[in-house]
C-alpha cells in the first residue's frame, strides 16, 4: 500500500496542527556510537517503540517517532527510503552502527533481518537463534538494501533492520497483546533486546 506522504514535510504540513494528537517524536542523543531508530513506532508498527527502546536503555541513541491516532496509524507510515525527520537524520548520520526496528506481519513469531551491515546482521542472527528466537531472509522490498534507507546513512553507510513480526512482537508484552496500552512488558522483550545489545556491543 503506497504511503499517504512523501516525506516529513508533507506529514508535518497536514497532521501538524493537530500533532500532539496525532505523533510524538523522541530523540536522545547520548554521544553514544550506536543509534537505535524506530521511525514506525506507536500505534503504526506496536512493540517497536518498546522494543527499541529497551534496547538502547541508557548506553545508545534513541529514536523513536510515534504514532498517537486512536486509528488509522498507518497514515503516518513513511518508507524507510523517504523518512528525512531532522532529529532522526542527524542521530544517525553520526553513528558507527545504525539499528533500525520494524513490524511485519506474520502469524508466526520471525524476525526477518535485513540492512546493508552484513557483519552486524550475522551477529544479531546468531544472537536470536542463540536465544531461541527464529530468524529469517526479508522479502524484496523490507530488506533494507537501498542505500538511500534511513538505516543506511550513518557513517558506515550500512546498518541493520529488522522487520518482525506481528506474533513475535505480541510476545513482547504480557498479556501477548499489540492493543494500546501496552503496558507491561515481557520478560520475552527484556531477553531480545539483551541479544542486540550483546551483538551490538560485539
Not at 496525532?22 to 503504526?44: E, F, L, P, Q
Not at 486509528?71 to 545504525?98: G, M, R, W, Y
Not at 520494524?102 to 536465544?131: C, Q, R, S
Amino acid at each position: 500500500m503506497a504511503d499517504t506522504y512523501r516525506n516529513f514535510d508533507d506529514l508535518r504540513k497536514h497532521e501538524g496542527r493537530f500533532f500532539q494528537n496525532s505523533y510524538k517524536i523522541v530523540a536522545k542523543d547520548r554521544k553514544s556510537k550506536i543509534t537505535c531508530i524506530a521511525i514506525h513506532g506507536g500505534n503504526i508498527e506496536p512493540g517497536t517503540s518498546e522494543l527499541a527502546e529497551e534496547l538502547a536503555g541508557n548506553e545508545f541513541n534513541l529514536y523513536k517517532f510515534e504514532g498517537l491516532k486512536e486509528k488509522n496509524n498507518s497514515v503516518l507510515h513513511i518508507t524507510s527510503s523517504n523518512f528525512d525527520e531532522p532529529k532522526a537524520d542527524k542521530l544517525v548520520k553520526n553513528a558507527q552502527k545504525v539499528i533500525s526496528i520494524h513490524g511485519a506481519k506474520g502469524d508466526e513469531p520471525i524476525t526477518y533481518i535485513g540492512g546493508l551491515d552484513e557483519k552486524l546482521n550475522e551477529k544479531v542472527k546468531n544472537e536470536l537463534e542463540k536465544a531461541g528466537f527464529k530468524v529469517g531472509i526479508p522479502r524484496a522490498g523490507i530488506d533494507g538494501k537501498t542505500t538511500n534507507n534511513i538505516v543506511n546513512r550513518g557513517l558506515t553507510k550500512a546498518g541493520c533492520q529488522l522487520e518482525i513480526t506481528r506474533a513475535q512482537r505480541s510476545l513482547f508484552f504480557a498479556n501477548k497483546s499489540l492493543k494500546s496500552p501496552r503496558t507491561k512488558r515481557s520478560e520475552i522483550l527484556y531477553k531480545y533486546a539483551e541479544c542486540l545489545r550483546n551483538a551490538l556491543n560485539d
